[in-house]
């Protein structure tokens, strides 16, 4: 059974830019949480999704962004970036609705802002 | 709002020494509770999570954990350290009532030294 799958793994973009970070849960899975590591500020959630439906969020700006397909594949949009966006973001998948909901982690997306 | 923190943001042992990583919780009511580990350049990986079924929980790769109601903590152990289990290890909380949100606390890197 395949993993989270997040592209790209790598991404270098410019302050002022927008960029969109996708990701393909387990198959199965219908939960998909985003969160963001850095090293000041550690992991911090962002925001997930469930059906197509934003069902929890974060203290994050409105400059973060996301949402689900049908498929259950999201995507997360960042805009107007920040140098401190910089950080590496995780994607994580579960299957809503059981009692464990153990979350799986793709390997994450490093994002550098210059 | 549920919290964790981890003591130790560093532990460094000797291969075969004994592993204890600290973790407590702040919840008014018993919360699910994880470790995950995470590897350079890497996502983050379950190793034992705690649900409510049995105090003492067996992970992967030799690891146990013990939920203590009285002293609300959910330390990690392992009997005898090897090379490969230095990595940052994460504690997190998951409130129960729904949603997959996760609350982590601010990592401990292990270092393992012959």
């Known amino acids: 059974k395949a993993g989270v799958t997040q592209t790209p793994r790598y991404l270098i973009k410019t302050r002022g830019q927008q960029v969109t970070l996708s990701c393909s849960p387990i198959?199965?899975?219908?939960?998909v949480s985003w969160y963001q590591q850095t090293p000041g500020q550690g992991l911090q959630f962002l925001f997930e999704?469930?059906?197509?439906?934003?069902?929890n969020k974060g203290n994050f700006p409105g400059r973060f962004s996301g949402r689900q397909f049908s498929n259950s594949r999201s995507e997360m949009n960042v805009s107007t970036l920040e140098l401190g966006d910089s950080a590496l973001y995780l994607c994580?998948?579960?299957?809503?609705?059981?009692?464990?909901?153990?979350?799986?982690f793709g390997a994450g997306t490093r994002l550098s802002v210059l | 709002a549920q919290s964790v923190t981890q003591l130790g943001s560093h532990v460094s042992v000797s291969e075969g020494a004994l592993v204890l990583l600290r973790c407590n919780y702040s919840?008014?009511?018993?919360?699910?509770l994880f470790w995950y580990v995470q590897y350079p350049n890497q996502g983050l990986q379950l190793l034992l999570k705690?649900?409510?079924?049995?105090?003492l929980v067996k992970g992967i790769n030799g690891f146990e954990a013990e939920f203590k109601k009285s002293e609300t903590s959910f330390h990690l152990t392992k009997p005898s350290a090897h090379m490969s289990d230095a990595a940052e290890y994460f504690c997190?909380?998951?409130?129960?009532?729904?949603?997959?949100?996760?609350?982590f606390g601010t990592g401990t890197q292990l270092k393992v030294e012959l």
């Open positions: 994580a998948s579960s299957l809503a609705g059981t009692s464990e909901n153990i979350q799986y």
């Open positions: 198959s199965g899975h219908r939960s």
């Open positions: 999704y469930f059906s197509e439906t934003q069902r």
């Open positions: 919840s008014s009511v018993p919360p699910y």
């Open positions: 705690y649900t409510s079924a049995a105090t």
């Open positions: 997190a909380v998951r409130a129960t009532g729904g949603g997959n949100k996760l609350t």
